[in-house]
Each structure stands twice: as C-alpha cells, then as structure tokens.
C-alpha cells in the first residue's frame, strides 16, 4: 500500500477524551472514529488489525474443532422469552420494535439463538459433540461505555457454543476451548491469564475469564506467579495443572482461602479479554433442545458458551504494547509487516530504489506501507513510530549511493546498515 493513496487520518494532538493510551493511540493513529458514544467507525488500520485479531481466533477455533456459521445482529424476543432472558437482562439490552409491532433486539449474545438451531436439527447423542461458533457485532447498551473500544456499546465477538450428551463430554468440549484460548492468545503476543469465575447455580470450576495484565484494567487480579513462567506455547500444556494455580479477579479472589506463598502471589490489574462457562442444561431445558442418548431415553443437552471480545483486543494489544512514542504492534497482529520510508520522493535514485523494494517484498508476499509522501523526514518516522509497524526501512539519497538502506526494528529500536539484497532476505 502507498501510504499517498491510503486513508490514514492522523491527528496530531493527543484527544483530549482519551482517558488510556490504547484509546488515545487508536484515534492519533487513525485506526477509529467515533460515531456516537460507544460506537464506531473502523478506518483502513485498524479495520486490518481487527481482521487479523479475528482470523487468529478463528484458526485456533476451527483447530480445536468448532465449526463457524453465522447468526445474525437482530434477533426477534420471542426466543428469549423461552429462556426467560427477556425481563432478565434489563437495559444492557437495545431493544427494537419493527413495522409489525414486533420486539426484536440487537443480540447481546446468541444462547438461545443457537440453541433454536440445534433443536431444529439435532436429534440424536450420536450427532454430538457439536461446536458452532461465529464472529459477530454485539451490542450492549453500556451503562458506561469507555476506553474506545474497550467498552464499547457494539463490539466485535467471537462467541462459540458446544454441545455435549454428557457431562464428560462437555468436560472435554470446556478443556479444549480453554487450551484454544491460550493458544490464541499467546500467538497474539499476550500472555492471559485463566481466573476462576463466578459460576452462578451450577457451581464448580468450569467458568474462567482471560484476563491480560495492564494497569488500566477494570478488576484487581490476584495469581500464583507460577503463571508467568508457564510455556503458553508448549504442546503439552497440562490444563489441569493450569486450572489448579490459583487466580482469581477481586470479585473472587478470597484472601483467608488462598494458598500461595506472600511472596508468589502477584497483584495487578487485569482486563476480561474472554470468557468460557459451561452452564449445563440451563437453555436446553427451558428451549426444548434434547437429544435421544445410547439407552432411547431424551436428554437435554448439555451446553457452554465461550467468548473473546475481537474488538476489546486491538485496545488490549495496544495498552500491553505501545511505548512514548506509539504503538509496538507484536508481528502478527500488525497491520503491515514492513513501513517503507522514501525519505526523498522528489530524487529519482531514490525513488528507485524504494519502489522496487516495495515491489519485491510485496511478491515475497511481506505486507508493507510505503511512506512516499512529499513530507519532511521527521513527520514520516513519526508516523511511523506512532502507528508502530514492527520494521521500519528507510531508504534515503545518501544510502543509495552507499548501495545501502536503513532496518529498524519498532520494538528495540535497533537499527542496520545493510544492501537491499540482504533486507529482502531478512524480512521474506
Ligand atoms: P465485562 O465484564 O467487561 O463487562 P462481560 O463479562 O460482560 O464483560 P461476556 O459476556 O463474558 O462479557 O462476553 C465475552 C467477551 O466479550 C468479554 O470477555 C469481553 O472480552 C467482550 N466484551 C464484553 N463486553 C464488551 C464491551 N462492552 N465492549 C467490548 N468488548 C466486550
Ligand atoms: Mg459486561
Ligand atoms: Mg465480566
Ligand atoms: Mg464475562
């Protein structure tokens, strides 16, 4: 992409709305727009960002088994009626009422949306276990929405549903979301940290929320610092012995119970950036969705519902990740890989040399924004920092009658001297 021809609107000035520095960065960077209070316009950047945050989930959704369809955003109350959820979720709730006098909503998640296609379909325990996902807007009509896109009114989720004959099953469906969850977390540059979470009337321990460590979280967050040197990338993550380290957000987090060492207990603050809860039969039962199990009896199904919020993240990758001078985007979450600074587009050498670069690494198939902008030098590697593409090259006049150019990495700021040649090999 040419950044002359791109959609990249900048600001200057920090907003002055901006309470953190992921929100604050999302508006200079020109990735957001606000529309109206918790709502958003998504511009070029961090339209890509967004997308690639999602096809992460999305791979690590499809690898541990689930299947992705698509619900839609308006859902008629009539079903939620049937689970009882109508009065019970209260003014979070955007409610609707179309031409024919009917109450729609604007899904703030999809239990009974996707449990009314599994009893339509679904007869038998042979037909199970069964995962559907998909990634959707929500909307919630945030008492307080805040932090851009942090709390947002509509938001971008990936919730996924399973469906289980048994509670075993729905043990192994629960353990294989958990395990999805670090793995996509972790190739996300993140390290979240499973909490035990309020489980309600069905009791145990199968409700976790993923909380990421920043000091603008929302909940005070207690865990064993064992966490922090497990592998979350190792392939044979024992899930059992993660389950059982303690860490708890404040809501539950019980001092007199806790049995980590004073000096292995660590405290912070963590943003929920996922959800996973195994909730039994409470849909099934109240919508009708049972299965005929191995001895010809009916059962309701077992289900649990697993959610990551898509467009919470691009602020939470930005809050673990930025420094003074912008954002520091992990590889592969950022929008290009590379940002090709032209420091002299007036200067045919130059202007050479940087567009065949551009060239070639876009056939190696490396994702780059080229800054060929008739703009002073200082202004493009300040774009450049702020919107914290992980390498920066730069190509100037006196470096191509040196046959060289400059590599710099956004993370270290370490930079090199080196030929064309050798910075194709390094970065494709
Ligand atoms: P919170 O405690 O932050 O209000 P929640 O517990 O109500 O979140 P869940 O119902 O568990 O949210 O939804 C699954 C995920 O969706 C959350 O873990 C979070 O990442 C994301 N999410 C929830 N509400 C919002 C919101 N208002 N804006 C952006 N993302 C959200
Ligand atoms: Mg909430
Ligand atoms: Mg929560
Ligand atoms: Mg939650």
């Known amino acids: ?28 960077a020109g990735m957001i727009q606000q529309l109206s209070a918790g709502i958003y316009n998504w511009l070029p950047l961090g339209h890509a960002v967004l997308k690639r945050i999602e096809q992460i989930v999305r791979e690590e959704m499809n690898r541990a088994g689930a299947i992705e369809i698509l619900m839609p955003t308006i859902q008629p109350a009539d079903l939620w009626r049937e689970s009882g ?16 006098e009917r109450d729609m909503l604007y899904g703030p998640t999809n239990e009974e949306n996707v449990t009314d296609i ?34 947002g009114r509509e938001f971008l989720m990936k919730d996924a549903y399973s469906f289980d004959a048994d509670f075993e099953g729905a043990k192994r469906s629960y353990d294989a979301m958990f395990l999805a969850y670090l793995r996509a977390f972790s190739r996300m540059g993140l390290t979240a940290i499973p909490m035990v979470a309020e489980t309600g009337p069905i009791g145990g321990n199968m409700s976790h929320e993923f909380q990421i460590l920043a000091s603008t979280g929302e909940s005070a967050v207690y865990y064993d610092a064992a966490f922090e040197e497990v592998d979350l990338g190792a392939p044979d993550l024992d899930i059992e012995r993660l389950k059982s380290l303690y860490a708890a957000t404040d809501e539950m987090h019980e001092p007199e119970k806790c049995e980590v060492a004073a000096d292995r207990l660590r405290a912070g603050r963590g943003v929920e950036v996922g959800h996973i809860f195994y909730f039994g039969t409470k849909y099934s ?30 602020g939470a990758i930005i809050e673990a990740f930025h420094d003074e001078r912008g954002i520091v985007w992990p590889e592969d979450v950022a929008p290009f ?40 030098a200082g202004v493009k590697f300040a774009t450049m920092d702020l919107i914290g593409l992980p390498w920066q090259v ?23 001297e080196m030929t064309p040649e050798a910075l194709l090999a390094r970065l494709s």
């Open 1 to 28: 992409m040419r950044l002359s021809r791109y959609f990249l609107p900048v600001l200057k000035e920090a907003p002055a709305e901006a309470e953190i520095a992921s929100h604050s960065l999302m508006l200079r």
């Open 85 to 100: 959820r109508y009065d019970a979720y209260g003014k979070e709730m955007l409610r609707i009422t179309d031409r024919h």
């Open 118 to 151: 599994f009893r339509r379909h679904v007869r038998s325990y042979k037909q199970l276990p069964l995962n559907l996902y998909h990634i959707q807007w929500k909307f919630r009509d945030e008492i307080r929405p805040r932090f851009g896109v942090m709390r």
């Open 285 to 314: 039962e109240a919508m009708g969705a049972t299965v005929t199990g191995p001895d010809g009896s009916d059962v309701p199904v077992e289900m649990g519902s697993y959610g990551i919020g898509i467009s919470r993240l691009v």
């Open 337 to 376: 890989k590379v940002g090709l600074v032209n420091l002299r587009p007036g200067d045919e050498a130059t202007s050479a040399m940087a567009d065949e670069l551009y060239a070639k690494l876009e056939k190696a198939g490396v994702t780059v924004l080229l800054d060929d902008r008739d703009e002073r």
């Open 394 to 416: 730069t190509v100037g006049p006196r470096g191509v009658a040196a046959g060289t150019v400059e590599l710099k990495a956004r993370g270290t700021g370490e930079r090199e």
